[in-house]
């Protein structure tokens, strides 16, 4: 079976500061994405890696930036984390066309 | 730009009963169509998928109905259980690996 990890299930976090989410796929997937859900608005693509060291803009970038050293990891890295910024973030993988998903980080900015 | 419309947003049903969700796309450009199921602190996962070459895919008790003119598609689940509680999305996919999500539906199956 795919796994897809996510360093927390739960983070509280202050306006301001710098956070790193964290996620870990064990299939040799090319592919891996970040998404945030929020109620009613479903799921929105922030960035996508096809390869390593390559990363490319979703739907909703602005306030967010990505790193991906190794093929298996993927960050996500909020710069100055805002209170627009409180929301579930969901990483995925997948190999052709489907997604494999993580557990996902709810992640709240006071 | 929402490219893949879906209804309703909330659905309760009894168990026993059938439960219908509906989207809708824009872009025909679309060439396969998943649903994914995420229960409560989970991720969502693959629930059933077709393609716009065939008009119905059953897996057990989830059917998914295609109409390729009409633009929609829509899930069928029979004798919904207490169980299928859950939120379900569809989506739509393009080449190369570009996946539209809808807004969802949170389903609640009530014995």
């Known amino acids: 079976d795919v796994k897809v990890t996510q360093s927390s299930r739960y983070l509280v976090k202050r306006t301001g500061e710098k956070v790193f989410l964290e996620c870990v796929q064990d299939m040799d997937h090319e592919n891996m994405f970040w998404y945030r859900q929020d109620p009613g608005l479903g799921l929105r693509l922030i960035y996508f890696?096809?390869?390593?060291?390559?990363?490319e803009k979703g739907d909703i970038p602005e306030g967010y930036s990505v790193s991906r050293e190794k093929k298996e990891r993927f960050s996500l890295i909020l710069e100055s984390a805002s209170t627009n910024q409180t929301s579930m973030y969901l990483c995925?993988?997948?190999?052709?066309?489907?997604?494999?998903f993580g557990p996902g980080t709810r992640l709240t900015v006071t | 730009q929402q490219q893949v419309k879906q209804s309703p947003q909330s659905l309760i049903v009894q168990k026993g009963g059938i439960s219908i969700i509906n989207c809708a796309y824009e872009n025909t450009a679309f060439d396969y169509f998943p649903w994914y199921q995420q229960f409560p602190g989970k991720g969502p996962a693959l629930l059933i998928a077709i393609r716009p070459d065939v008009s119905e895919k059953k897996e057990g008790r989830f059917t998914i109905s295609f109409n390729k003119s009409a633009k929609q598609f829509s899930l069928h689940i029979m004798d919904s259980q207490p169980g299928d509680s859950a939120t379900y999305f569809c989506a739509a996919s393009k080449p190369p690996d570009k996946l539209i999500f809808g807004t969802g539906t949170r389903l609640q199956v009530f014995p």
């Open positions: 890696s096809y390869d390593v060291k390559m990363k």
């Open positions: 995925a993988s997948s190999s052709v066309r489907g997604r494999y």
